[in-house]
């Protein structure tokens, strides 16, 4: 029997990937206490004392916690960030609303959080949260499953013993119980753990949930499949990523870009250096190289998530911010070759990334090193209407080798690109098609019939 006192729940809506899918870049922030003394979330106090950690990354528990006091967040500046990440180009943005370290950056009704325990004071999500909306950028919202400083959290082993730790490691203690199983303090771990997820999803309306730190329980102890739902009706149509025991929806390849294109829909999600939260020593990558994975990641149909790791003080470090403007003056004239395009060409037939227009009669060829003369692409059956270099008044000139017209077998197109005119973060040359991509990918033949 229906208790007239619950209210009809909403109907499971299941998630749109359109907006997703259409976006190709976005922007990650890990930001927290461990910005503080420029420690690796998290992990800095995980490692202290691990074998084969360098012990410079990392510090005991009490003093990274001690990073609470100096996090001031006085610079923070929500609005001035997301003008920063539309200015680079990105169409969406996942903030880091709690690490494994178990700080909530909003005002959660349980646990630590920078309302409660931190100088700051104050819920640093919401005003982050209205400056994506207002910046027209769609929403994501980091959250850590596990969470290393709950007291009910290391209270079960994961069934069969697996773990990534050694059990004579000093972290074992932050993820498993020393005596016994405790399975009730688990339940109650779950009930904190569904507790902030609703306060998310009610609070904040996230268009996109995008878990981590799953890997120490199994999807039954987590209970993800109960979880999915109860997500979706608190939610309605969010998207959530994989890190959720095969109850997501798109895979995250991390830092790696992968090398054969993931199936379905996925995103890497990057570092701009080495490490996801700012710091001491960072090594920062080129312009060129985010822009080439960039283009890499929409040729194979997938998305780019970007880190940017804020100061303590919610300071954007000035290389970090220089990297940002150079990706989106490149995209501010390249845009329509990343935004709303497919997986372009294997790379058997145009030796660098490509992508198709939404209704496959532009194909967009990055030209990512330095041509000599002229670039080729093989596989083209259709008529070309017109080849441009973007950003460049006029055509390119272009020509056809070879081919088998007798067995359909298109030849190979030349296109000059004059090197002086190329971008060197990589340049874009667009070949406007009679139609849909009539395209050739065979073993070959040899005439059967004269
Ligand atoms: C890993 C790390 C974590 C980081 C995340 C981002 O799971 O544990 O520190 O936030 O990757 O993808």
């Known amino acids: 029997m229906s208790n007239p006192d619950s209210p009809t729940p909403e109907p499971l809506i299941a998630p749109d990937f359109t907006w997703f899918n259409n976006a190709r870049f976005g922007i990650f922030v890990h930001w927290g206490i461990y910005s503080v003394g420029q420690y690796e979330a998290s992990w800095a106090f995980f490692n ?9 990354d990392s510090l005991p528990l009490d003093e990274y916690m001690a990073q609470r006091h100096a996090f001031l967040a006085r610079r923070f500046d929500p609005v001035a ?88 490691s000093p972290s074992y203690r932050y993820a498993y119980p020393e005596g016994p199983d405790d399975p009730e303090r688990w339940e109650n771990f779950l009930r904190f753990h569904r ?86 020593h960072p090594s920062y990558k080129t312009a060129q190289e985010l822009v080439r994975t960039l283009c890499e990641c929409a040729g194979m149909g997938g998305n780019l998530l970007l880190n940017v790791s804020p100061l303590g003080d919610g300071t954007i470090f000035y290389e970090q911010e220089r990297l940002l403007r150079e990706i989106g003056a490149w995209l501010a004239v390249h845009g329509d070759a990343i935004y709303g395009t497919q997986a372009g060409l294997p790379f058997t037939h145009f030796y660098g990334p490509s992508t198709l227009s939404a209704d496959r009669t532009t194909l967009n060829l990055f030209v990512v090193d330095r041509p000599w003369s002229e670039v080729s692409v093989k596989g083209i059956r259709n008529k070309i209407k017109s080849i441009t270099l973007v950003g460049h008044e ?15 077998i298109p030849g190979v197109l030349w296109i000059s690109v004059p090197a002086e005119a190329c971008n060197p973060l990589g340049s874009v040359v667009k070949i406007k098609l009679d139609g849909p991509l009539d395209f050739y990918a065979s073993e070959g033949q040899v005439v059967t019939q004269n």
Not at 48 to 56: A, C, E, L, R, T
Not at 134 to 148: F, I, M
């Open 195 to 280: 507790l902030q997820l609703k306060e998310l999803c009610e609070r904040f309306s996230p268009e996109l949930l995008w878990f981590d730190g799953h890997w120490e329980r199994s999807s039954e102890q987590w209970k993800f499949a109960e979880l999915r739902k109860q997500l979706l009706e608190w939610r309605p149509g969010v998207i959530l990523n994989g890190r959720m025991g095969g109850y997501g929806d798109y895979d995250t390849p991390e830092q790696g870009i992968p090398t054969i294109a993931p199936k379905g829909v996925w995103e890497l999600c990057m570092t701009m250096n080495k490490s996801w939260s700012m710091a001491l």
């Open 394 to 408: 006029g055509e390119l000139k272009h020509r056809i080798s070879g081919g088998a017209e007798f067995a359909n």
């Open 81 to 168: 960030w997301c003008e920063l990440f539309k200015a680079a180009g990105a169409r969406y943005t996942i903030l880091g609303t709690k690490h494994h370290d178990g700080v909530a950056l909003w005002d959660t009704a349980e646990g630590l959080s920078t309302v409660r325990d931190c100088t700051a004071g104050k819920d640093l999500v919401a005003p982050f949260v209205d400056a994506a909306r207002a910046a027209g950028l769609h929403l994501g919202l980091y959250y850590s499953h596990l969470d290393w400083n709950h007291p009910d959290y290391a209270t079960v082993r994961q069934p069969g013993g697996f773990t990534h730790i050694p059990k004579d």
């Open 48 to 56: 202290h004392g691990v074998p084969g950690q360098d012990p410079k």
